[in-house]
Structures are given as C-alpha cells and as structure tokens.
C-alpha cells in the first residue's frame, strides 16, 4: 500500500493533470518539499499564481478562466457530496460567483458590441467625410472650369 506522501503526490499530480490551479500544497506533495520552503523560494523569486497571471489576455478570455474556474468547482462539491449530503454554503458561495461571472460576461460581451458599434460608426462618417471630400474637389474643378471659360470672376469666389 501506498503511504500517505505517496498517495498525496499522485492525488497532487492528477489534480495538476485535468486542470486544477497549482497551489504550493500540490506543488510540495509532487516536489516532496516543505509547504514553506516553496512558499519561501516563490516570494524570493516572484512566482505568480496562474490566477494571477492576467497580462495580456483579454477581459473575454479572463471571464472564461473564471467560468472554468467555476465549473471545477461545482464539480468539486459533487464530488465530496458523499451520501448526497452536500456542503450548503460552499454551493451559496458557487452560486453567487456564477452570477457574477455570468453578469461580467455580459458587460464583456456588451463592450465587444459597443466596439463594433463604434467601428461602424467610425467607418459612417470616414464614408461621410470621403463624400464631402469628394464634392469639394468636383466644386473646385467646376468653379476652375468656370473661370477659365470667363463666366465666374475669382475674385468674388462664386459664378459670375
């Protein structure tokens, strides 16, 4: 039989295996190093929990690692529901964080649509500007024509 050190590691490595967040509990069961010694080394050196690591990813995709985070969770609690006695306020707790998940998706997804509301808009008026761009260079050869024929006077800017 497996001792306990053992078992930890390999419960550590598996959890690790199917996506479950590091933490220094897993990391000391698989290393067979002390909870503190890691703890200590990831100060010294920085290290950032996964969770922690939102550089350069979008809210979208930060939304979706909270989701997942969740749904590890909600499988977590049916997992330790032994007998079908589950623990009320952790699934509370799982429940609220979902909604908010949920409602941050939204605000995500609303953003992305005034972006796209406003690149439609931005490409509107360039389409607008373009246009008046264009009328004023057909004016300008209109009026030039105009007085080079001798019918508009240069001076007084208009037909004559």
């Given at each position: 039989m497996a001792s306990a050190r053992t078992a930890?590691?390999?419960?550590?490595?598996?959890?690790l295996f199917e996506g479950a967040a590091p933490d220094i509990a897993q990391l000391a069961a698989i290393s067979g190093r002390q909870v503190d010694t890691i703890r200590r080394r990831a100060a010294r050196e920085g290290w950032r929990a996964l969770a922690d690591n939102t550089d350069g990813i979008s809210q979208a995709e930060r939304v979706v690692r909270l989701a997942n985070q969740m749904i590890d969770e909600m499988e977590a609690i049916q997992?330790?529901?032994?007998?079908?006695?589950?623990d009320k306020a952790r699934i509370e707790t799982v429940a609220a964080l979902m909604r908010a998940v949920e409602k941050a998706g939204e605000i995500v997804g609303a953003e992305a649509g005034m972006q796209e509301q406003q690149k439609k808009t931005d490409a509107d008026k360039a389409d607008i500007l373009r246009r008046i761009d264009e009328r004023i260079v057909e004016l300008a050869r209109f009026f030039a024509d105009e007085i080079v024929a001798g019918r508009a006077d240069p001076g007084r800017g208009g037909a004559g």
């Open positions: 930890a590691a390999w419960a550590s490595m598996r959890a997992k330790d529901g032994k007998g079908g006695v589950y």
